[in-house]
């Protein structure tokens, strides 16, 4: 396996490896990264379908990326995805699925027209007071000593920072900037989560600088990622022969190691509570979603609050069989061992009629019922004790869902905090006291919140023991290759897996291992889509540190005679030409 760039590789169609009609592939979990493995088998490694089965524990594919409507309780949707122009392999992968709401178009066709035709950025980022606007000015409100910290975070090796937290790395001035709360709401991260993956991240989204304060630089499905991502690509796969065997939790693999050699040898699983399993031999190629973000959520409902259920998690019970029988299958304790730091809770709130949305629209400053953006991301109420954000992607954002109602999602970061108007931590609250709370910052009178909640909106919470995960801090062989040294017949897949060109809590990560994984394992002779190399592009770096310093100039600290000098020796140079082309003197 090999990574390029251009349209020369992009374009190409790989030949047919050699012993593939011979082959079948065993994939758990149907997740994103299960379901474009399977994709790329037959686009690319030309697996007939029919040799393809898919190991999902639940009753519908689609892992993460949800959106139901649930009976008795409502709309549900347990997070939303931001995707971006150089998401280089889920774009890779959706030109070839064909789109559900578009004829003759595929699913990368119909989100380009889409965001073409309305693109998308905010109004309103945060509001304080109950509804205000919180006037953060578009401004990053970064000190000197905040800028440096941040920079040396980026120069920093990986060894650097590995096992820290960004607290450890950064002091009180930057957590108090305008940065960081665009930063820790946008992404969900935490002052304790790990600092490695925050210069990951710094690197991998540098290009985006200027867009964390509005938006601007992201781009949204019509409906949500279910239904406009999901569905589609699931019907692409049953058309080609897949097999779905759902309802099946896969709770073990053997393998056969030996000096330089592993081989998976059997699936165990349990299927309609009868113990099953497939043997394996080499032939057999086995892909393992490892670990995951939603397991043992819970959903309460708009008069039930939620549970926390930290018992068996068979996800990661399965990692943990998994990784005892190598020490390069990963440490899943890292991750999935400290549900007090890795928990956070969000909820849908279905509106019913009128009163409510009058409160959106004075806030996102649009037509919620106008089928196009609406807040365009998140809106964070700055003083919130739970730190609650809460957004409206476009109208309607499922199929079935009736045009005189409005989805929100609605998530919190500090749930054990009692709110400010519900005197309650998040996580202890039902669907109808979340909904109080929300509408206290949404600055809804006092004596207009109790009936609202109750008459004017059905909510659904549901609280994530494992959410956040991935974010805990790490060193390297935390996480297992996808493909482990001397692997003949099997990979990890998914958001726990180890792939170091790219970062985590993407729908482009749980794709780009799918790839990476088919492409070693079934010998694709096509190069693998480089991520997007933005934080090697002298001009984004000058961009995104115009940005960062609020468009301060560059060493305004020296003497006025000294700075002169130097600016005017570089004045007739290409790096003076970039300097004052991004306005950095």
């Not at 789109?99 to 380009?112: R, T």
């Not at 939603?294 to 409902?301: I, K, M, P, Q």
């Not at 365009?376 to 476009?394: E, F, K, Q």
């Not at 005017?568 to 950095?584: A, D, F, P, T, V």
Request: with cysteine.
């Amino acid at each position: 396996m090999y990574y390029s760039s251009g349209n020369y590789e992009a374009f190409a169609r790989p030949l047919k490896p050699q012993g593939i009609e011979n082959k079948t592939a065993w994939i758990v979990g149907s997740g994103l990264a299960g379901l474009s493995a399977a994709a790329f088998l037959i686009r690319d490694a030309h697996m007939f379908g029919k040799n393809i089965t898919i190991l999902e524990e639940l009753h519908l594919p689609g892992g993460a990326l949800d959106g139901l409507k649930v009976p008795e309780k409502g709309f549900v949707i347990r997070g939303g995805r931001e995707m971006e122009s150089h998401f280089e392999c889920l774009w890779d992968l959706f030109r070839s699925i064909p789109s559900l709401e578009e004829q003759g178009a595929s699913v990368l066709d119909e989100f380009y027209w889409l965001n073409k035709r309305d693109p998308n950025f905010s109004l309103q980022r945060a509001t304080i007071e109950r509804g205000q606007d919180a006037g953060t000015g578009k401004l990053f409100t970064l000190s000197e000593k905040a800028q440096k910290e941040l920079i040396k975070l980026f120069l920093a090796t990986r060894e650097d920072v590995e096992n820290k937290r960004i607290d450890e790395v950064f002091g009180q001035e930057f957590f108090q900037s305008n940065f960081w709360l665009y930063w820790q709401t946008m992404f969900a991260f935490q002052s304790w989560h790990s600092a490695l993956e925050m210069k990951l991240y710094l690197h991998r989204f540098v290009n985006h600088i200027h867009g964390l304060p509005d938006f601007s630089t992201l781009k949204f499905t019509k409906y949500n990622q279910y239904e406009s991502l999901v569905l589609p690509l699931q019907k692409w796969l049953e058309d080609h022969g897949v097999v779905f065997q759902f309802n099946t939790e896969v709770n073990d693999v053997d393998f056969a190691i030996t000096d330089g050699r592993k081989q998976a040898t059997r699936i165990h699983w349990i299927r309609g509570g009868e113990q099953g399993g497939k043997n394996l031999g080499p032939d057999d190629l086995v892909f393992m979603t490892i670990g995951s973000l939603t397991e043992n959520a819970d959903c309460g409902d708009h008069h039930t609050a939620t549970t926390l259920r930290d018992g068996p998690a068979p996800a990661w019970d399965l990692w943990r069989r998994i990784a005892a029988k190598s020490p390069e299958f990963g440490h899943p304790e890292v991750f999935g061992g400290h549900i007090p730091a890795t928990k956070w809770q969000s909820a849908t709130v279905t509106t019913l009629d009128q009163r409510i949305p009058k409160y959106i629209e004075k806030i996102c400053k649009r037509d919620p019922f106008s089928g196009k953006v609406v807040t365009g991301g998140i809106v964070t109420a700055r003083d919130s004790s739970w730190l609650m954000s809460w957004t409206v992607n476009r109208q309607p954002h499922f199929k079935n869902q009736p045009k005189d109602q409005i989805v929100v999602w609605v998530y919190g970061l500090l749930i054990e905090k009692p709110g400010d108007y519900v005197k309650k931590p998040m996580q202890d609250c039902t669907g109808e006291e979340i909904t109080q709370e929300w509408l206290y910052h949404m600055g809804v009178p006092d004596a207009d919140i109790p009936v609202l909640a109750a008459e004017a909106a059905k909510c659904v919470p549901v609280l994530m023991p494992y959410v956040t995960s991935f974010f805990m801090p790490r060193q390297a062989g935390d996480r297992p290759a996808v493909v482990p040294a001397g692997a003949k017949n099997f990979a990890f897949i998914g958001q726990f897996a180890e792939t170091v060109r790219d970062t985590i809590f993407t729908t482009e990560y749980s794709v780009r291992t799918g790839m990476e994984s088919v492409y070693q394992l079934a010998g694709v002779d096509r190069g693998v889509p480089e991520v997007f190399a933005s934080t090697y592009d002298v001009r984004t770096l000058l961009a995104a540190t115009c940005q960062l310093r609020d468009g301060k100039e560059l060493a305004a600290w020296l003497p006025e005679r000294v700075r002169a000098f130097l600016v005017n020796r570089l004045e007739k140079s290409e790096i003076g030409k970039l300097l004052h082309e991004y306005h950095l003197v």
